[in-house]
T-cell receptor, first 113, second 113 residues
Framework: DQQVKQNSPSLSVQEGRISILNCDYTNSMFDYFLWYKKYPAEGPTFLISISSIKDKNEDGRFTVFLNKSAKHLSLHIVPSQPGDSAVYFCAARAAGNNRKLIWGLGTSLAVNP | NAGVTQTPKFRVLKTGQSMTLLCAQDMNHEYMYWYRQDPGMGLRLIHYSVGEGTTAKGEVPDGYNVSRLKKQNFLLGLESAAPSQTSVYFC????????????FGDGTRLSIL
């Protein structure tokens, strides 16, 4: 039973355009959500996070939106750059759960020049 | 600033052999984690530690043991390796404070023949 779902295994966008990566979750106890980026042969790198008390968090070209009623979050990358090509993981943490994260399966983003 | 360092990066074992994976962090983080990543499965938590001398089971602890004798090190042991343990293993650490992201090492690729 997948509590964090990233339904698109891959996404391809043109350089300069917007990339939108989606994540759905089922556990209403999740209170903190994170996006990680992973390049081949490297470990995941933290990108951006959002608390459940917010509906938007922005950091440079990256914005995460949270829709609690729909149990949905999305990561927007504007403008997309070739260096953004990587696998993006959505992760979620339940309140009081010792910081254990539940991970989605990832979306592979390709940004074409 | 090394962050999280995993040793070794690659290893091939025969079924039944034992080995220890070492994780070291230089960020003075209290929490440390071991994950495995398999195709189509995302990241799954094996064991974790909330401080020196403590360990706890994650989602998939069977066949693994861990020790946290020093704050900066978290060891993952396979007593009798099985082909099902072929995977990429990631170590991560995080501070005590809530809503701080986990920092990952670059992984150990382990093949069990």
């Amino acid at each position: 039973d997948q509590q964090v779902k990233q339904n698109s295994p891959s996404l391809s966008v043109q350089e300069g355009r917007i990339s939108i990566l989606n994540c759905d979750y089922t556990n209403s106890m999740f209170d903190y959500f994170l996006w990680y980026k992973k390049y081949p042969a490297e470990g995941p790198t933290f990108l951006i996070s959002i608390s459940s008390i917010k509906d938007k968090n922005e950091d440079g070209r990256f914005t995460v939106f949270l829709n609690k009623s729909a149990k949905h979050l999305s990561l927007h990358i504007v403008p997309s750059q070739p260096g953004d090509s990587a696998v993006y993981f959505c992760a979620a943490r339940a309140a009081g759960n010792n910081r254990k994260l539940i991970w989605g399966l990832g979306t592979s983003l390709a940004v074409n020049p | 600033n090394a962050g999280v360092t995993q040793t070794p990066k690659f290893r091939v074992l025969k079924t039944g052999q034992s080995m220890t994976l070492l994780c070291a962090q230089d960020m003075n983080h209290e929490y440390m984690y071991w994950y495995r990543q398999d195709p189509g499965m995302g990241l799954r938590l094996i064991h974790y530690s909330v401080g020196e001398g403590t360990t706890a089971k994650g989602e998939v602890p069977d066949g693994y043991n861990v020790s946290r004798l020093k704050k900066q090190n978290f060891l993952l042991g396979l007593e009798s390796a099985a082909p099902s343990q072929t995977s990429v293993y990631f170590c991560a650490s995080s501070p005590t404070f809530s809503n701080q992201p986990q920092h990952f090492g670059d992984g150990t690729r382990l093949s069990i023949l």
